[in-house]
Every structure is written in C-alpha cells, then in structure tokens.
C-alpha cells in the first residue's frame, strides 16, 4: 500500500508540474501580447533591395505615401543590391528601435540571420515582393510569382506555337521571387517550349543586355525571351535590336513605368504587371492592422495582370 501510495504521490507531483509548465508557456505568449499603438505613433524602418530599380522605387513610394498620410515616420535604407550590406541596414535599424520592419531581401537565405535579429528583438518583420528563407515572419506582400510565370510561358506558346525556341534571363540567385517566375515559367515551357538556355542577369537592364548579346551568338533562330523583370527585359530589347532581331517577341514582369510604356509603344510584347505602389500600401497597413490588434494573414497577395500590346 506505501508503494501505491507512493506512486500516485508521484504521479500527482509530475502532473502538477506538467501544468505548471503549460501555465508558464501561457504567461510567456501573454508577456509577448503586441502593444497596440496609433499609426501615428509608429517609427517603421524600411529596407529595399535596390532603389536603382523603378519597379522598388515605386514599392517605397507606397509605403511612404501611406505613412506621409497618417503621420507615420519611416526610415529607408536602400541596399544597394547587396546582401551584406542589407544585413548592416537592418541591424541599424533595430538599434534605432524601428517598431516594425518592411523588408525587401536582396537575398531570400542570406536575409534569415538578419530577419531572426528582428526576432530577438521582438520586432515584427513584413516582407515584401521576396520572402525570407528562415525566421518569423507576420505577413509577406508578394504577387503570385508561379502564376506570373505561368501567364509569360502561356502567352509565348499563344503567340508563337508550340516548340518554339526561347531563353529564359533570369533574375538574382538566391531570390524567391527568381525561383518562382522560374519555376511558373518553366511548368509550362518544359511541356510546350523548347528552352534552349537559361542564365541570369540580377534583374539588372544593363546585365540584361550583356547576357542577351551573349545568348545570340550560340542561338540566334530564338522566337521569344522571357525576362524575369521588366529592367532585363528592356536590357533584351537593346541586344535584340542592335542584332537586327526585331521579330522576337519580348516578355518582362513587373509592370514597371518604362515596361509598360515599351508595351503601349509595342517594344516589348508583354510584361506581367504587378502594382508595386499597392504593395507598399498592403505591407504598411499590415503594419497598422497588426498594431491595432487585427489578426495579419501570412500571406497577402498583390493583384497581376497580362499588359499586351496591341500590335
């Protein structure tokens, strides 16, 4: 009977201690509770990938237009396109105790240190256009990316037919973005297309460029160049042009103002255009939701549409 009795005791102990440890986990998630501040109130930090791209020049004015409308102070930093120096940035950021953090990754894996930084500092992240490999994120505001690509391949294969020869210029290694245009583009182009060559050009116009002369010297009877972004698109189109190639059909992504002016003008056949102003509105009202105590969804998808031009 003492054995007995001395086993329930201990049964009784572990399960007290088991609900302690559940009351703890509870304690600390209320510990954690976000602390609800007006719009006014925010100092949101801001880190774009490049600011010598349209496309995220453009994503930066939503955010700070929204913010300029609800007095809310913003701190942009413009990473140059360089992952080390985007990490630097952030770190600035935190130290200057931003009350959340938008972020564009240069670099979807070399962000995750940075991003879990933010984590341990308690500083909710929103990412934007590209995702980030590791660490807690609230929301990403992002096109659908495999979808895009899957509108270019699918236009091509209506233009030009089935088999046809194209190149793929694809954008930074490493990027989400590159690897879901990619991946959406190519579902469809492996079936219906004849992709003789693929290399990226970092979503850069004058790498589009360079990338695309190169192309032609080792396949100059292409029909058509998907470019991940409207910058090497534009890039593509100068190489195509400056080889006497004026029939090969250009498709870009993004819809950037020079993009889609190339399409209205029928320099580019297409671009998948997404609304990078809207974009930077989406993530800054994530923002204010959040600080509000509205639920955030993990995802938030930014509206895509085909531009074709009308040639």
């Known amino acids: 009977m003492k054995k007995l009795f001395i086993s329930m005791m201990a049964a009784s102990l572990l399960l007290s201690g088991c609900g302690a440890a559940t009351l703890g986990n509870n304690e600390s998630k209320e510990d954690n509770k976000v602390e609800e501040k007006k719009a006014g109130e925010l100092k949101v930090g801001v880190s774009i990938s490049t600011l010598n791209n349209p496309f ?3 994503v930066k ?11 809310t102070k913003t701190i942009v930093s413009d990473a140059q396109n360089d992952a080390s120096k985007q990490s630097n940035d952030i770190d600035d950021l935190i130290q200057q105790n931003v009350d959340v953090l938008l972020v564009n990754p240069v670099d979807s894996s070399a962000i995750q240190p940075a991003v879990e930084a933010a984590n341990e500092a308690n500083i909710p992240v929103i990412t934007l256009d590209r ?51 990619g991946k959406g ?15 990226s050009a970092d979503f850069d116009r004058a790498k589009g460029l360079s990338v695309m002369e190169n192309m032609l010297q080792s396949n100059s009877d292409i029909t058509a160049v998907f470019a991940q972004n409207d910058e090497m698109a534009l890039g593509a189109v100068e190489a195509l042009k400056a080889a006497g190639k004026k029939d090969v059909l250009v498709i ?35 923002a204010y939701d959040h600080f509000e105590g509205k ?10 549409e085909l531009m074709k031009a009308n040639k």
């Open 185 to 199: 583009f190519e579902t469809i182009a492996e079936k219906e297309l004849n992709v003789v060559q693929s290399q």
């Open 131 to 181: 995702s980030s490999d590791g660490g807690d994120i609230l929301t990403l505001v992002a096109s659908d990316n495999v979808k895009g690509g899957e509108m270019a391949a699918s236009f091509i294969v209506e233009k030009v037919g089935q088999g046809a020869k194209v190149v793929q210029l694809e954008g930074t290694p490493g990027a989400s973005a590159t690897r879901e245009r």
């Open 295 to 304: 639920k955030v969804e993990s995802k938030i998808d930014s509206p895509l």
């Open 56 to 58: 995220f020049v453009s």
């Open 252 to 286: 870009g992504f993004d819809g950037n103002e020079d993009g889609v002016k190339a399409v209205k003008d029928g320099t580019m056949a297409a671009t998948v255009a997404q609304q990078p102003v809207e974009m930077g509105k989406l993530a800054l009202q994530a």
């Open 61 to 71: 004015d939503g955010i700070t237009t929204l913010a300029n409308e609800n007095k």
